[in-house]
């Protein structure tokens, strides 16, 4: 009679699973395997989909930890893995949990090393697979179209404000692109003498 099992927490592939869950179900939480891998896996193995995690024994754990390591070897479709024709040694290879995220990582790093054109993308931080930066995508700010009516409105009351004690602008009556007319040296009013008084102005004779 095999051996069960009955623990509510499950180590499998470096990963925590629920033993209350299906097979099917708790393959799924590693990551790496997909719904479509976890039942060609669980098709390899013999065991049931439906059966819980927590009710399968030691050396049945230990099959599915093999199956997942090389499952090419075990009969899984070399289709369904993720990583084939590594670069490195050129084999079909199934990589989950710590070791995708080291590979990803690792191959990020040489895609920037050798600055390819998703290697640039990558160092500057921007989507590699052709996807539209207007207004998506943004490390900061609001989108193109919003933040240029927002700087506008903000920029506009500074701009009236700044003209006005400018040196040398027009009156606000004056017309634009009109300069006013500097009074000419005739008709100049010459200034009172030191310690005199200005003398009084005569107001013009109305024309009849």
């Given amino acids: 009679m095999v051996e069960q099992r009955f623990e509510e927490i499950v180590r499998l592939m470096d990963t925590d699973l629920d033993g209350n869950e299906s097979l099917e179900m708790s ?10 891998l976890s039942r060609a896996i669980l098709v390899v193995s013999g065991l049931e989909p439906k059966k819980k995690l927590k009710e399968i024994s030691e050396d049945q754990i230990r099959k599915l930890e093999g199956i997942i390591k090389n ?7 070399s289709w369904m893995i993720n990583r084939r024709k590594d670069i490195n040694t050129g084999e ?8 995708l995220d080291f590979a990803r990582k690792s191959d990020i790093d040489m895609m920037k090393k050798i600055r390819t054109w ?18 998506s995508f943004r490390v900061s700010g609001m989108v193109i179209g919003v933040s240029r009516k927002a700087v506008k409105a903000a920029a506009a009351p500074a701009a009236a404000e700044a003209a006005g004690p400018a040196a040398g602008a027009a009156p606000a009556t004056a017309k634009p692109g009109v300069v006013a007319a ?27």
């Fill in 118 to 135: 998703k290697g640039l993308r990558h160092t500057l931080g921007q989507p590699v697979r052709g996807q539209s930066t207007r207004s």
């Fill in 182 to 208: 500097k009074p000419s040296a005739a008709t100049a009013k010459p200034a009172a003498a030191p310690g005199k008084p200005a003398a009084p102005v005569k107001p013009e004779a109305k024309k009849k």
């Fill in 27 to 36: 393959l799924k939480r590693i990551k790496g395997i997909d719904f479509r």
């Fill in 71 to 77: 499952p090419v070897q075990s009969g899984v479709p």
């Fill in 92 to 99: 079909d290879m199934h990589l989950v949990s710590n070791d």
